[in-house]
């Protein structure tokens, strides 16, 4: 390492983030860089640890511990002190196809394994990851660069999220001509509509790759709905090779008393039309939180992005209800490094309804027992009740209702952010791929291969729903394994 003594001589040091109640009245991002002199120093925190777990990429306690993709973390950290930022921004081109993404996205377990972590607050290595790869934007060093021969072979990608765009981008690479299939109006997938665009910005950030993905050869298809607009049979006569990537898109449902009435959505819902409107330049969105009580139900990234957009809209209140107790301060005793630390954390979207409301919104150990209605078939109230968890005689924790504890809460809009069940299954019908027994498409964990010849999966519809660094990770490793069905051998990474 170029600094030995990097970390005991310089702090853990991020970018003040653009404050909480001016970044609400736009859709711009909202995180800055630090100036070029900081990152160094920031770089020279990483330690010659000897065994660096940032990298790891492993499963521990079901969570990620290190980076899933084995980002090249202390070379490039080094790189990057030492003022080498092309040099930096290659290390990080050679395991990651989007760190724009990756870099402000990512819940970065890396930071959550790095061993400095430890004793003290760990390198932060999500932001200089986004800086370099920003710089190497600004630089121009990020241009172009198609297969200089091409196989003949065609592969279909069936959607066009973080799994989809890196298994296109590396069969491509390789020299097949690669069509991407994306049943919206735009690429993308979670990575357009998914995730606001103070957090990923779509014209500046999530284009700008896709276009340089199509000045290099990928094709997209949108508005196309395999099944659908296009036979399942005209796909697989005509591509070498199918790539099944379509997500974990069924979202978990609230079937209590009063779900019917309107004003009730799912998450994913009300995060896409808004941002269709505002790609659109519509000032209209079809569902709106604008002078609303808005009650948003359950936590996770999509619940804090929930919290920013109904922000924006102008909603008149705001509660986040979690189920799970609230973690706590410090790392508990049954949660040692270098497991994904469990602990209490203000995000982006909670830090803003702090600054409009006074306090973090979220309210823990508490469910929804009903919706109630204003007598013309909308919402205007939510009914809740606090839970303990108890075990129960299989020795598993369910929450346990207290009672005298309930609540009303009135509420025009009703947001549902409790997860995802696995992938839609009309596609996966009309192909007629086997499944495991959550649903997911079945396929081999070394080959991805389902039980259909040709066809791959990879991403959140084989997993199940997980980190956008896991999907980039699985589309990588199932584009290798196509290449090596279609060529008889590999050199993709």
């Given at each position: 390492m170029g600094k030995p003594t990097g970390f005991i001589e310089y702090v853990r040091e991020l970018p003040d983030d653009r404050a909480p109640g001016d970044r609400i009245h736009d859709w711009s991002e909202i995180h800055r860089h630090l100036p070029e002199d900081k990152l160094r120093n920031q770089g020279a925190r990483c330690m010659d640890c000897g065994t660096p777990f940032c990298h790891t990429g492993t499963i521990i306690s079901g969570m990620a511990s290190g980076c899933p993709i084995n980002n090249l973390i202390p070379e490039w950290n080094d790189l990057v002190y030492r003022g080498l930022w092309h040099e930096a921004l290659d290390r990080l081109h050679k395991t990651n196809n989007f760190p724009e993404f990756t870099g402000r996205v990512c819940p970065a377990p890396c930071e959550g394994s790095c061993v400095l972590g430890i004793t003290n607050p760990p390198v932060t290595i999500k932001n200089i990851e986004c800086s370099i790869v920003d710089k190497g934007w600004d630089e121009g060093w990020i241009t172009p660069n198609p297969p200089s021969k091409r196989t003949g072979k065609k592969v279909a990608v069936i959607g066009s999220g973080p799994a989809g765009l890196s298994a296109a981008d590396q069969l491509n690479k390789a020299g097949h001509w690669v069509t991407v299939f994306e049943r919206a109006d735009r690429p993308g997938g979670l990575l357009m509509y998914g995730i606001p665009n103070m957090k990923l910005e779509k014209e500046a950030i999530v284009q700008r790759r896709l276009k340089l993905l199509e000045d290099e050869g990928v094709t997209f298809q949108c508005n196309t709905?395999?099944?659908?607009?296009?036979?399942?049979?005209?796909?697989?006569?005509?591509?070498?090779?199918?790539?099944?990537?379509?997500?974990?898109?069924?979202?978990?449902?609230?079937?209590?008393?009063?779900?019917?009435?309107?004003?009730?959505?799912?998450?994913?819902?009300?995060?896409?039309?808004?941002?269709?409107?505002?790609?659109?330049?519509?000032?209209?969105?079809?569902?709106?939180?604008?002078?609303?009580?808005?009650?948003?139900?359950?936590?996770?990234?999509?619940?804090?992005?929930?919290?920013?957009?109904?922000?924006?809209?102008?909603?008149?209140?705001?509660?986040?209800?979690?189920?799970?107790?609230?973690?706590?301060?410090?790392?508990?005793?049954?949660?040692?490094?270098?497991?994904?630390?469990?602990?209490?954390?203000?995000?982006?979207?909670?830090?803003?309804?702090?600054?409009?409301?006074?306090?973090?919104?979220?309210?823990?150990?508490?469910?929804?027992?009903?919706?109630?209605?204003?007598?013309?078939?909308?919402?205007?109230?939510?009914?809740?009740?606090?839970?303990?968890?108890?075990?129960?005689?299989?020795?598993?924790?369910?929450?346990?209702?207290?009672?005298?504890?309930?609540?009303?809460?009135?509420?025009?809009?009703?947001?549902?952010?409790?997860?995802?069940?696995?992938?839609?299954?009309?596609?996966?019908?009309?192909?007629?791929?086997?499944?495991?027994?959550?649903?997911?498409?079945?396929?081999?964990?070394?080959?991805?291969?389902?039980?259909?010849?040709?066809?791959?999966?990879?991403?959140?519809?084989?997993?199940?729903?997980?980190?956008?660094?896991?999907?980039?990770?699985?589309?990588?490793?199932?584009?290798?394994?196509?290449?090596?069905?279609?060529?008889?051998?590999?050199?993709?990474?």
């Open positions: 709905e395999i099944g659908k607009d296009l036979p399942v049979e005209q796909l697989l006569s005509e591509y070498d090779s199918v790539m099944l990537c379509t997500g974990a898109t069924k979202p978990r449902d609230l079937p209590i008393p009063g779900r019917e009435l309107n004003g009730i959505h799912f998450a994913m819902d009300f995060l896409t039309v808004n941002t269709q409107a505002l790609l659109d330049q519509n000032p209209h969105t079809p569902i709106s939180a604008t002078g609303k009580d808005v009650v948003i139900i359950g936590g996770g990234d999509t619940g804090t992005d929930c919290v920013g957009t109904s922000l924006r809209h102008g909603c008149k209140s705001l509660i986040q209800l979690e189920i799970m107790d609230k973690p706590p301060l410090t790392r508990a005793p049954n949660n040692p490094w270098p497991e994904w630390p469990k602990v209490y954390r203000m995000d982006y979207g909670q830090e803003e309804a702090a600054a409009v409301f006074g306090d973090d919104p979220r309210g823990y150990l508490t469910t929804a027992t009903q919706f109630e209605g204003d007598g013309t078939g909308s919402v205007k109230a939510i009914h809740t009740v606090q839970v303990k968890w108890e075990r129960n005689e299989k020795g598993q924790f369910i929450p346990h209702h207290i009672p005298g504890t309930e609540q009303v809460l009135p509420a025009q809009l009703v947001l549902l952010a409790m997860g995802f069940l696995g992938p839609e299954q009309p596609l996966l019908d009309a192909l007629g791929v086997e499944r495991d027994p959550r649903s997911n498409v079945k396929a081999d964990p070394a080959t991805y291969t389902t039980s259909i010849p040709g066809v791959f999966a990879a991403g959140d519809c084989r997993r199940g729903q997980s980190l956008v660094v896991w999907a980039i990770n699985e589309g990588r490793n199932a584009a290798r394994e196509c290449d090596r069905y279609l060529m008889g051998n590999t050199d993709l990474p």
